[in-house]
């Protein structure tokens, strides 16, 4: 009985592998499934409607020879290179991108990035700095300080000497606190969070960026600026300037300032007057501008303050002078889908992306089942890291085993001694901060990249579409480097296969009915009569002797001009010269004269002829390699050989119909 059920079983499972083989092509002992073929196909082939088995027959050539090269040149070792491995793994790694980042995350920071770059915040804020790596004692000293002023804030107190007195922003003793207008991407993104979730006239709530706690208190809100295109006029006064400097560069830029008003040209003054000799010799134009760029605060203020094109601003004083500024251009807000490829390139390089990334490790911790083992870590913070890290100069005990796992992804287990070669990455000087939240910090760092590092490694085996992709990547550009080297370059640097070629195909490319075309200019209406004469009543041979006797006393009265072989419907003035002189090879040659620029046009008829190879060399050659990718496949159809399982064809046609339905 159970010899029977062993059987049976033995007969099911064999069943079961034979209905799961879908094997659609064989090259010698390389097999090639069924799916790979409907996914090019649906991709490449373009149908529409119903598919029938001749639409498949027609591809399935196309892709017998894609797949043959493809074999060939693995045959070749060629996709075993270092620089093929090199390019592919730098593919694969742009690829993996969007599986390993929340795509609904992304398109929301897309939206919002636009939603905030269509207003400008004018901002305060205050600072109490903490490390992210500071102990919970630390922290919560920083965290109690920024609630006691934030308290003192809401009730009334005024926001600039509470930033003046506590804020530990270096920049305060300069702002008070103030930012003035900042956008998006100006600041780290929790402070523009909080910066555009705030109403103006209010105070938000206390939060943490990597600098500290902060509070903001928002002065203004408006609609954007946009960008600014301007152009400024400069005169240097720098903060140690005597008073006689000072004075003298207050009275010039005054002086410049009052011809401006008179009407002077803006672009003459910057080149006669301002100091920035860079932007003086193009008017002083300096490009375009945005709120918070990299221009300073009181040239920037006084720039968005002009609303008209060719406004000047009041004289503005900075830490390099005085200037006057002259708004050259405006340009608004572009619409949302304008501007979506370019916000999505800044998301992209801007600390936000992370959150898409933070949304998929959450998932895969949970996907896979991650078990928190952080205590494991413990041994690093009370006993192999010591306060050396700070100095950069820590290292771990040799001595130690580091064997113990402290960190595990299903199979793929991490022990002590990865954890310790990752942690080198902190050894660097810095300002000391807890040891346990350092370490506790890296570790979960840790965890993150290898939780991401491990999905990466694995995204073929769940995701068909990410491995078709790469298969798509491998398969072309080895197929690019070996038709490079069989085909493109052979035809390029084999001469004498070319000429070889062009011998037997050059009756296939002659020139149509062609012109010889040869106009002369005379110096006057009499002169061209006597051209036009001389021409008509002696052999073509002859035009020399008289142009020449033409010349005789004025070396100028005839002047060869243009001399063209062109072909009926390629040139104008053949064109022209046949409809009104026709010319074909029962008259062969017509003479005429134009009365507009007392010119003389002579139009011989060319019988057709072979054209030469270096006249087509580029066409030849496009040729010879079409020539030399034939001949190459039929060699791969007789080198290896080619199976197909018919019998899968009409189920693969079957399958195409349905999914077009």
């Known amino acids: 009985m159970k010899k029977t059920i062993l059987v049976i079983a033995t007969l099911l499972f064999a069943t079961i592998l034979c209905a799961q083989d879908r094997t659609l092509l064989e090259i010698d002992n390389e097999k090639i499934d069924a799916d790979e073929f409907i996914h090019i196909f649906k ?19 196309l892709f017998v020879n894609f797949k043959l090269k493809v074999h060939e040149g693995q045959m070749q070792g060629l996709d075993t290179s270092r620089s093929f491995r090199q390019e592919i793994a730098g593919y694969r790694k742009q690829l993996a991108q969007p599986y390993l980042s ?62 003046d007195t506590y804020s530990q922003d270096p920049s305060v003793a300069k702002n008070h606190g103030d930012l003035g207008y900042c956008t998006v991407f100006g600041l780290v993104y929790d402070f523009e969070t909080a910066m555009y979730n705030t109403k103006p006239g209010e105070i938000s709530k206390p939060f943490r960026t990597r600098y500290g706690y902060h509070i903001v208190k928002v002065n203004d809100k408006r609609p954007s600026k946009g960008r600014y295109r301007i152009a400024h006029i400069m005169v240097v006064s720098p903060q140690d300037a005597t008073d006689d400097q000072k004075r003298e560069a207050r009275e010039t830029i005054e002086s410049v300032y009052a011809q401006l008003k008179a009407g002077a040209d803006f672009a003459e003054m910057a080149d006669k007057y301002s100091a920035d000799r860079r932007t003086a010799i193009k008017g002083g134009e300096l490009g375009w501008i945005n709120v918070g760029g990299r221009m300073i605060r009181e040239f920037e203020e006084a720039a968005f303050k002009l609303n008209n094109v060719g406004d000047i601003s009041d004289i503005v004083s900075t830490g390099y002078g005085y200037h006057i500024i002259k708004l050259l251009e405006k340009e608004p807000i572009k619409p949302f889908e304008e501007c979506k490829a370019d916000l999505k390139s800044k998301i992209s390089g801007n600390m936000r992306s992370y959150k898409g990334r933070d949304v998929v490790v959450a998932n895969l911790r949970k996907e896979y089942g991650i078990k928190d083992m952080s205590k494991k870590v413990a041994p690093f913070y009370k006993k192999y890291v010591t306060d050396s890290i700070f100095s950069g100069t820590w290292v771990i005990d040799s001595t130690l085993k580091l064997d113990k796992v402290i960190f595990e992804i299903k199979d793929q287990k991490y022990t002590e001694k990865d954890f310790a070669k990752y942690f080198q990455k902190f050894n660097v000087k810095q300002p000391p901060v807890d040891i346990k939240m ?19 490694k694995h995204l073929e085996e769940k995701y068909p579409s990410f491995k078709y992709l790469m298969k798509e990547y491998h398969d072309g550009i080895l197929l690019f480097a070996l038709t490079n080297d069989a085909v493109w370059n052979k035809a390029i640097a084999d001469s004498a296969g070319l000429e070889a070629y062009y011998e037997t195909v050059k009756d296939n490319y002659k020139w149509g009915d062609r012109y010889l075309v040869e106009t002369f200019k005379c110096k006057d209406e009499k002169t061209a009569v006597a051209l036009l004469e001389g021409l ?99 060699s791969l159809h007789k080198k290896y050989n080619v199976k197909i399982h018919e019998e899968l064809l009409d189920q693969i046609v079957k399958e195409l119909s349905e999914d077009k339905q």
């Not at 490390?131 to 004692?137: D, G, I, K, T, V």
């Not at 109690?144 to 804030?153: D, G, M, S």
């Not at 100028?556 to 072989?565: D, F, N, P, Q, R």
Request: charged content about 30%; overall charge negative.
């Open 438 to 456: 350092l370490v506790l910090n890296a570790y979960k760092q840790f965890g993150d990249k290898n939780i991401i590092e491990y999905e990466e």
């Open 536 to 634: 008509t009543y002696n052999p073509y041979w002859e035009k020399e002797k008289v142009i020449s006797k033409l010349n005789e006393k004025d070396s100028t009265a005839v002047i060869a001009g243009e001399l063209a072989l062109e072909e009926k419907g390629h040139s104008l003035l053949v064109d022209n010269a046949i409809r009104e002189h026709p010319v074909n090879a029962d008259t062969v040659i017509s003479i005429y004269r134009s009365e507009e620029d007392n010119s003389v046009t002579f139009i011989m008829y060319q019988e057709p002829k072979i054209k030469e190879l270096s006249e087509i060399r580029g066409i030849v050659t496009a040729a010879y390699q079409d020539y030399l990718e034939k001949q190459w496949t039929e």
């Open 43 to 61: 991709k490449n082939a373009g149908h529409t409607g119903n598919v029938t088995r001749k639409d498949v027959d027609e591809y399935m050539e």
């Open 102 to 163: 929340d795509k609904s995350v992304e398109e929301e920071l897309i939206k919002e990035a636009y939603d905030r770059m269509c207003y400008d915040i004018n901002v305060s804020h205050i600072l109490i700095t903490v490390n992210n790596n500071a102990s919970p004692e630390d922290t919560l000293k920083a965290w109690n300080k920024i609630n006691e002023i934030y308290k003192r804030a809401v009730n009334g107190e005024d926001f600039s000497k509470l930033a």
